[in-house]
């Protein structure tokens, strides 16, 4: 189901930055808000970004995300060790009835 | 505050049908207007399923047509999922959600694993 690409894994160190991208096209991301998502271990799924640059109440500015044409990213500053995570983007195909997807997920490590 | 919660059967044989509950608890599934099955496998990563509306409509994405029914139950503060003509392609960790619109889901139950074996 995954027609948004996203790199299978990124690492970085603690306090440092990563970005992770989310590559799609013009009707999807290209035409479509984006959200980010934050999926721990054994806890429900977190959403991180929603309308491409949101963030809801309560997460932490070093989170943030932007689009270029058919591309988002999210970007994630000041790495803590709980930061380790999947996280997902997701947004809606236009030009498919029931169109709502997800890219395939990027495993962050934090060394 | 809103929580979700999904119940069902850990185990499923081929070919039946995976039903699953969404409980609502902290507020009222009627005050919001769409709710959503997304599942997880290693395989496909995070995949959506369909959503059920507030009036009791549905939508579905077209991998799962064919076999899925979303419900809505006001007298139990829940909504449901059923799955039909199971396979081991559908073990995943299945999770509720809601839409809180603009295609993003705010808030998710922690999920439940479900294995399809005979």
């Known amino acids: 189901q995954s027609v948004l690409t996203q790199p299978p894994s990124v690492s970085a160190a603690p306090g440092h930055s990563v970005t992770i991208s989310c590559s799609g096209g013009t009707s999807d991301i290209g035409d479509n808000y984006v959200s980010w998502y934050q999926l721990l271990p054994g806890t429900a799924p977190k959403l991180l970004i929603y309308e491409t640059s949101q963030r809801p109440s309560g997460v932490p500015d070093r989170f943030s995300a932007s689009k270029s044409g058919t591309s988002a990213t999210l970007h994630i500053a000041g790495l803590q060790t709980g930061d380790e995570a999947d996280y997902f983007c997701g947004t809606w195909d236009s030009n498919v009835y029931a169109g709502r997807m997800f890219g395939g997920g990027t495993k962050l490590t934090v060394l | 505050q809103l929580q979700l919660q999904e119940s069902g059967p850990g185990l499923v044989k081929p070919s039946g049908t995976l039903s699953l509950t969404c409980s609502v608890s902290g507020g009222s599934v009627v005050s919001y207007k769409w709710w959503t099955w997304v599942r997880q496998s290693p395989a496909q990563g995070l995949e959506w399923i369909g959503e059920?509306?507030?009036?009791?409509?549905?939508i579905y994405h077209n991998s799962f047509k064919s076999r899925v029914a979303m419900s809505f139950d006001e007298s139990n503060n829940s909504f449901s999922l059923e799955l039909h003509s199971v396979t081991a392609a559908d073990t995943a960790v299945y999770y509720c959600a809601r839409h809180r619109g603009s295609n993003a889901f705010d808030l998710w139950g922690p999920g439940t694993a479900v294995i399809v074996s005979s």
């Open positions: 059920v509306y507030q009036t009791g409509s549905t």
